[in-house]
């Protein structure tokens, strides 16, 4: 008896760790006219994470997605930060732009587009995308998010 309680309580752990909501991130405003793959955060009870290959002029670098599980009021928080890209160049977020928000309806979901500045992290005349050191839009991001309920 004791044995099958305890093979009880191990299967059930981990559906008790179940994320409460998902996140599908997706490029979106690209020259082409169609959106780029999605790409689904992995999630766990407090947050969801994802990395997200953006095109760049040129270029293909890694922004990575952090957003917050919601709160009872429904509201939430999504972190930016870019990453590498494939030429070597490393691209950065202003801080004002890399840490947002969002809010779920009446049905727990949200679908918000962010529209993210760009900056050379260092100062070079060899990047293709940015060489004049100024703020540029250059990545449009939606996330889509749906929550089973709010914590």
Known sequence: MLIRSVLAALLLVPFS???QFSVIVTQVGLASGRDAPSHAGLC??????AVLPVRLPGDICALNVRVGAPTAEG???????????RSGHN????TNAAETGYTLN?????????????QAAT??????LIDDGVLHEAVMVRLDIVADRRR
């Open 17 to 19: 760790a179940r994320a």
């Open 44 to 49: 766990a009870r407090d947050a969801c994470r």
């Open 75 to 85: 509201w939430g928080s999504v972190l930016f930060a870019a990453g590498p890209c």
């Open 91 to 94: 691209l950065t977020i202003p």
């Open 106 to 118: 009446h049905l727990f979901a949200a679908s918000e587009t962010f529209a993210l500045p760009l």
């Open 123 to 128: 100062a070079s005349d060899t990047n293709p």
